[in-house]
């Protein structure tokens, strides 16, 4: 895929299989974010985005929570929540019950009940990110794409985020890709980890087999030192103090 | 407000029962009110009779001469009606405009429509045309103009708002700066032309109620069926597209439906400024963010305000009028800076 005829991205040949839980990583500018734009067909591109062998339908398929949602000030939780599910409606029609009993739903889950009348300027980042995960959860697309879904949270906020996730991704056998730049973190929940580097994918596999020094130090640099401590990789900055 | 349980909490916005009764009410009181107030003085009662005796099914006998119900049918009451259809027209498309832009200092005029419509008629007053020409050409004008920003737009920077808006101020500029040439050349129409931009509904009949009458109703039904999407665009343009909704769709819809209207409405009644800004924003402030309550209300009080606006411009130097233009300013600019430190104050 190409901007103003600069290739960005690719080629590339990515498939996902049902259920599972894809982490892409890479440093700043790899194409973390446009990969995840490019499977929601707003980049510009060649090829296709397939799901279950057919075409994805805008926003039937995919659900997307993005970096740096914009939260409209004045409009309360379950609004927000609510227009998840824009892609059931039809032009001319209106919320069903259903589209109202799904929406309570992914606020229940969320443990949003409490503060839905609420205001979106008036949440708490970690309010904030659980109301945008509960929005793209009452589209009950198959497929949810984060990207970067912790990189607002503080270190236990972040944990809790993606132990959301990953429950939620049991109970309703969601496929999930996410970007996202802590790699300690991705390493502990996802299946499968793809590296990307400049537009390419450098490595693909189980994070034990992605998370290596080897492995990282040509994209990320020499600072970097994986350790385990029983817990699958820790990838750790470290500075280089050789010379 | 708090709402603790969640079979409260979800549910779209909607105007409620209340506040419709409430905006009829206010739309009916000044319009009957408009009705009977006016440079020549009709006895009350013989109004109201007369007006009832209208109704299918009922008859009521008045007393008012022929000569008072020719002033109350052709000239009073299509100047209301007029009025009503103007006001509801230039609000809902400054909403429409404000939501597919998310900005909230879009009007109706922001593409270009007025300066392109106020180009159109001084051509046709400078060339000393047939003033039957002044609205067709105020018309096309306003939207041939409309029609270059979005060509211009395309042709600078793909398909941002921003390209578009900055383009519309180019257009706008270039557009007022060739009508201020004209009348440098033309003086002696400058009266004309300058009574023409204040706006005006003085002359208005019946014919020019049914030229504004279908572009009213066309784009009052499009951008109320197209209101929900306004509150999905909210969230950004991509957001919006990856919930399904196709943005560019809805956005050159709305706009094409204002602008049609707004260009109509500014054709049979000059520019009448302020309208399209002050009224979505007041429903806003008393009703909050939802475009699904903005669009319905800003119809009803869009049409109750330039009845009132018209009402004052002809009552209080009568038998004289001030110019529409001047009595909705007057009251929109004070207005508009409650609007903008309220805002400051919420952010």
């Known amino acids: ?243 | 407000m708090r709402l603790e349980t969640p079979t409260q909490a979800v549910a779209p916005r909607r105007v409620g029962a209340g506040s419709w009764v409430v905006a009829v009410l206010v739309l009916a009181v000044i319009g009957v009110a408009s009705l009977l107030i006016g440079s020549v003085e009709l006895p009350v009662a013989g109004v109201l009779g007369a007006l009832v005796d209208k109704l299918p099914l009922f008859s009521v006998d008045h007393d008012l001469t022929d000569t008072e119900l020719r002033i109350l049918y052709d000239i009073r009451f299509p100047r209301v009606v007029m009025g009503a259809l103007v006001g509801a027209v230039l609000a809902v498309a400054g909403a429409g405009y404000q939501g597919v832009f998310r900005n909230p200092l879009a009007d109706p005029y922001l593409l270009g429509v007025a300066a392109g419509a106020g180009l159109g008629a001084t051509l046709v007053i400078g060339l000393g045309a047939a003033t039957a020409l002044i609205a067709p050409v105020a018309f096309v004008g306003g939207l041939a103009a409309v029609a270059v920003t979005y060509a211009l737009s395309r042709t600078v920077g793909g398909r941002t708002t921003t390209s578009l808006i900055l383009a519309g101020v180019a257009v706008a500029a270039f557009a007022t700066a060739f009508q201020t040439f004209l009348l440098q050349r033309n003086y002696d129409t400058l009266r004309q032309v300058y009574a023409w931009i204040l706006g005006r509904l003085g002359t208005v009949g019946w014919g020019d109620v049914l030229t504004l009458l279908p572009y009213a109703v066309v784009a009052s039904g499009v951008l109320l069926v197209l209101r929900r999407f306004l509150d999905v665009l909210a969230l950004g343009d991509e957001e919006s597209a990856a919930l399904g909704v196709n943005v560019p769709r809805v956005r050159r819809l709305v706009v094409l439906a204002a602008t049609l209207a707004t260009a109509a409405a500014v054709s049979v009644s000059g520019l009448i400024g302020f309208v399209g800004i002050i009224v979505p924003h007041t429903v806003r402030l008393l009703t909050g963010w939802s475009y699904r309550v903005i669009i319905p209300l800003s119809l009803v009080y869009g049409a109750a305000f330039l009845m009132l606006a018209d009402l004052i411009a002809r009552t209080v130097v009568a038998p004289a009028e001030l110019p529409i233009g001047v009595v909705t300013a007057f009251l929109g600019a004070p207005f508009f800076l409650l609007v903008l430190r309220t805002m400051k104050g919420s952010s």
């Open chain 1, 1 to 243: 895929m190409s901007f103003d005829g600069v290739r960005v991205l690719g080629p590339l040949d990515l498939a996902v299989s049902s259920g599972q839980w894809l982490g892409l990583i890479g440093p700043n500018g790899a194409g973390k974010s446009t990969l995840l734009k490019t499977a929601l067909g707003m980049a510009p591109h060649r090829g296709t985005v397939d799901v279950g062998g057919r075409n994805s339908r805008a926003g039937l398929d995919i659900a997307w929570m993005p970096q740096r949602p914009l939260l409209p000030a004045q409009m309360s939780v379950a609004n927000y929540v609510l227009l998840g599910r824009t892609p059931h409606i039809g032009y001319i029609g209106s919320e069903s019950r259903h589209d109202l009993r799904s929406t309570e739903l992914a606020l229940h889950r969320l443990g949003l009940e409490k503060i839905a009348g609420r205001e979106l300027s008036t949440l708490s980042g970690g309010e904030a990110q659980r109301a945008v995960l509960a929005r793209a959860l009452a589209q009950e697309a198959p497929i949810l794409l984060l990207d970067e879904p912790t990189s607002s949270l503080d270190i236990g906020h972040g944990l809790d985020v993606l132990e959301m996730i990953d429950s939620l991704r049991k109970a309703d056998g969601l496929t999930v890709v996410t970007a996202i730049h802590d790699l300690t973190l991705a390493g502990q929940f996802v299946d499968r980890l793809v590296l990307l580097d400049k537009g390419r994918v450098v490595a693909d596999g189980l994070p034990s087999e992605v998370l290596t020094e080897d492995g990282l130090r040509p994209s990320y640099g020499v600072g970097i030192r994986v350790v385990d401590i029983g817990d699958g990789p820790t990838v750790i900055p470290a500075r280089n103090r050789d010379d």
